[in-house]
């Protein structure tokens, strides 16, 4: 027997995630605000965990919230798609997509609505994974990979090449960003995250001072492997915005923060991170749908890396 999900619970969320926003759900479900709120309220209850952190504004999702916003978006996106492939006279296309966790909720949910406007004929699944996917059985038509090396065996749309810097609550240094001495870096504490895919060239503290005592000559005894470990980069940004220390996480997943005074860089020296590349195989090339996407996402990117200093991210892609 199935358990009576709180449905309207979840419509409410999925529009309030989406959006960050009460009033702006409240306007697309045709609700007042004070409903969107109640209805969200009583889905925390049912869920047991906390969804959302409204103060201070602007509301922000919970490491609970970020975790299933993909999952109820994808879950009801699958539902729309069917309810409209069986309507009489439907034709629309669809289109499924892999990528991670964090780039579907930081950086591709955000501005998918966009597309859906600008093609209704084209349902996109969103397929959120922490691993890497196969594009040869049919199950996904392409996805977002983050990787040091475009692969030769698809076809590769490159994004945009992030870069690594130190991060904190602008309150942990006086409020006079970036730091210049190395030395009062290391008497902060240095929060870590766990890189799924292991590789020589991930972006962690140890290859940032490693990187720093090379290029500009200053030598620190600072033990880069101290400080708080978490699994997840989000959960480090959350510490860093709670004044729990300074992360060094990608401007792909902070540049937002930064431009909204939530973060600050706590010492202007990056190190570079991978690429964002949309990838297909070569037999999807002459698919409309596809070609559409790629189309579509690269001038999302184009317009993504336009609203930030030039230093957050790689040219050479």
């Known amino acids: 027997m199935r358990k ?5 619970g979840f419509r409410a969320f999925e529009a309030t995630a989406r959006h960050m926003s009460f009033q702006k759900a409240a306007d697309e479900l045709c609700v007042t605000s004070t409903a969107i709120s109640h209805q969200i309220r009583q889905l925390e209850e049912f869920l047991g965990v906390a969804l959302f952190k409204r103060r201070p504004r602007p509301i922000t999702l919970t ?3 970020a975790d299933l916003f993909p999952a109820v978006q994808s879950a009801l996106d699958a539902l729309e798609d069917v309810v409209t492939s069986i309507q009489p006279g439907s ?3 669809q289109l499924t997509v892999s990528m991670t966790n964090a ?3 930081h950086w591709l949910l955000p501005r998918l609505s966009r597309f859906h406007e600008q093609h209704p004929d084209i349902a ?3 397929h959120a994974s922490e691993s890497i996917v196969a594009l040869d059985t049919g199950e996904i038509d392409c996805a977002i990979r983050y990787v040091d090396e475009l692969p030769q065996d698809l076809v590769c749309s490159p994004l945009f090449r992030d870069k690594y810097f130190p991060v904190c609550k602008s309150s942990l240094i006086d409020e006079h960003p970036p730091l210049t001495d190395l030395q009062e870096l290391c008497q ?14 991930n972006s962690t503290w140890g290859l940032w001072f490693n990187c720093i005592g090379k290029q500009l000559n200053l030598p620190t005894e600072c033990k880069s492997e101290e400080g708080v470990h978490f699994s997840e980069e989000t959960l480090a940004i959350q510490a860093a915005m709670q004044g729990q220390g300074v992360a060094l996480c990608s401007t792909l997943m902070t540049a937002n923060f930064i ?3 939530q973060l600050a860089v706590a010492f202007d020296f990056s190190i570079p991170g991978y690429l964002s590349a949309l990838v297909y195989p070569p037999s999807a090339r002459k698919r409309d749908s596809i070609a559409l996407f790629r189309e579509w ?3 999302e990117a184009r317009a993504f890396i336009s609203e930030y200093p030039t230093e957050f991210f790689t040219e050479d892609l």
């Open 259 to 261: 431009k909204n005074n």
């Open 297 to 299: 996402i690269n001038a």
């Open 124 to 126: 996109i699944n969103v």
């Open 4 to 8: 009576a999900l709180p449905l309207n």
């Open 188 to 201: 902060k504490n240095l929060l870590h995250f766990e890189w799924k895919q292991r590789g020589a060239n």
């Open 91 to 93: 034709n629309r296309q």
């Open 103 to 105: 780039f579907a909720t």
């Open 63 to 65: 490491d609970s919230g």
